[in-house]
């Protein structure tokens, strides 16, 4: 017997109806700069126009605004490295509630800033020595409030699938789909949506070279931890996939892609000198493949997700040299 998928292509649909008029339908960019250099025809879904920088806002809104009254009046809670931690406290406000949010010590400034812009209580803990799922369990058991996981959750898996949804619909049919992995939810979202429209389309993720968690997880066959990693993909910082988000992306991904730091510097000058747009380096990692000639030989018509866009000026131009 084969099992229910956790999140269908149903699901991404009814996320999408849920969170239409609040989250943004993002722009498809095209560069005919960027189709001569990899030798194909790129569709560019641009999340860094997404509210808060960052697709997370779709798979945290879908989540908070399907949660009974009664609990959502208590307030909602998150861990993140701070696109998903800027995410729950936008969707908090949003809907007349309040969050509290876990967030490394070490996470950029301005994400920090902007978490407590948007009106939530941040709270810190060293990512090198402690465990984020049990110290976020525990805060919010403590002070009863709903846990919004980053991405071992159906309803964020199924936001962030809306993402690839509005890529397909506006870009038409696509021979491959290349999308940045961390914990894997953003994969597994639009993995489900890009392998239920059309089921003959090629699935890359792409990680840090310093982080293959999930690309060691799917050679194996099973989830397998790698120390954190120490890279400027701070958004793909993660030491093992999410067990639901795995169960996802074994079945659909058909390969994982790898990207070091300097392939990422350049996916972000590129896109910031021919493009015209400002990605954080997790946001740029999908692209720095497809430039870097990683992510593998690629057919004619490709899809590139950019997650995100969430850097100051002071990291920013740091990362690029000055």
Do not use: W
């Not at 309803?155 to 914990?183: F, R, Y």
């Not at 194996?220 to 790698?226: C, D, Q, T």
């Not at 790898?258 to 493009?275: N, P, W, Y």
């Not at 015209?276 to 430039?291: D, F, M, N, R």
């Amino acid at each position: 017997m084969t099992a229910t998928p956790p999140v269908t292509l149903d699901d991404v649909r009814d996320a999408a109806a849920q969170i239409k008029g609040v989250a943004h339908r993002t722009p498809v960019l095209r560069s005919r700069t960027l189709d001569a250099l990899v030798g194909a025809e790129v569709f560019v879904k641009c999340e860094n126009f997404q509210r808060i920088g960052a697709f997370k806002f779709r798979g945290a809104y879908n989540a908070a605004s399907r949660l009974p009254a009664d609990r959502l009046a208590k307030g909602i809670a998150a861990y993140s490295s701070g696109n998903h931690a800027q995410a729950v406290a936008l969707s908090a406000r949003e809907l007349g509630t309040s969050a509290v949010i876990l967030m490394p010590e070490d996470t950029p400034e301005s994400k920090r800033r902007a978490t407590a812009g948007y009106g939530a209580e941040v709270v810190t803990y060293d990512r090198y020595t402690g465990d984020r799922v049990a110290i976020g369990e525990a805060l919010a058991a403590d002070r009863g409030l709903a846990l919004i996981p980053p991405y071992e959750h159906p309803h964020v898996i199924a936001g962030q699938g809306t993402a690839a949804l509005e890529l397909l619909e506006e870009a038409g049919e696509l021979d491959a789909l290349v999308a940045p992995v961390g914990g894997g939810g953003l994969m597994a979202g639009c993995a489900t949506a890009a392998k239920g429209l059309q089921p003959a389309i090629r699935v890359v993720g792409v990680e840090p070279e310093a982080g293959d968690d999930t690309r060691r997880s799917l050679e194996a066959g099973h989830r397998v931890s790698v120390p954190v990693p120490r890279t400027i993909a701070d958004g793909q910082a993660a030491d093992i996939p999410g067990e639901l988000t795995f169960s996802v992306n074994r079945r659909l991904v058909d390969d994982i892609a790898l990207v070091g730091d300097d392939d990422i510097r350049a996916a972000m000058r590129f896109a910031f000198e021919r493009m015209k747009i400002v990605l954080e380096p997790s946001g740029a990692s999908a692209l720095a493949a497809l430039l870097a000639g990683k992510a593998g030989p690629l057919p004619a018509r490709v899809g590139v997700v950019l997650s995100g866009g969430n850097i100051d000026v002071a990291r920013f131009t740091g990362i690029l040299g000055g």
